[in-house]
Nanobody
Framework: QVQLVESGGGLVQAGGSLRLSCAAS????????MGWFRQAPGKEREFVAA????????YYGDSVKGRFTISRDSAKTTVYLQMNSLKPEDTAVYYC??????????????????????WGQGTQVTVSS
């Protein structure tokens, strides 16, 4: 059974940085893509970033491009989301997710939350102005 455990959330001032971690277990993740999504109160779940584990290819939502960086540490089976230049509108619960992929998986699937089968419990990020 795949387990995803997020950590690293907290309260930060606008312009600051945070690094989220997602510790993954229960599988060999070379055939998976890992994603980060976020959800603010009253809003839909939003794609933030994704990474294909085997190739390291990365994908970003428009609102975070140039500010956030997703990466993975294969030895630790951990995915990171480095968040810089944080804004109050980045305030949300951040979720880590995993989906099984292969060579035929279209890139657009990595942006779609309903393509991800496994989810973490979420970690709160609050950015004060």
């Amino acid at each position: 059974q795949v387990q995803l455990v997020e950590s690293g959330g907290g309260l930060v001032q606008a312009g600051g940085s945070l690094r989220l971690s997602c510790a993954a277990s229960g599988r060999t993740f070379s055939s998976y893509a890992m994603g980060w999504f976020r959800q603010a109160p009253g809003k839909e779940r939003e794609f933030v970033a994704a990474i294909r584990w085997s190739s390291g290819y990365t994908y970003y939502g428009d609102s975070v491009k140039g500010r956030f960086t997703i990466s993975r540490d294969s030895a630790k089976t951990t995915v990171y989301l480095q968040m810089n230049s944080l804004k109050p509108e980045d305030t949300a619960v951040y979720y880590c997710a995993a989906q099984n992929v292969d060579w035929s998986t279209r890139s657009s699937a990595l942006y779609e939350y309903n393509e991800y089968k496994y989810w973490g419990q979420g970690t709160q990020v609050t950015v004060s102005s």
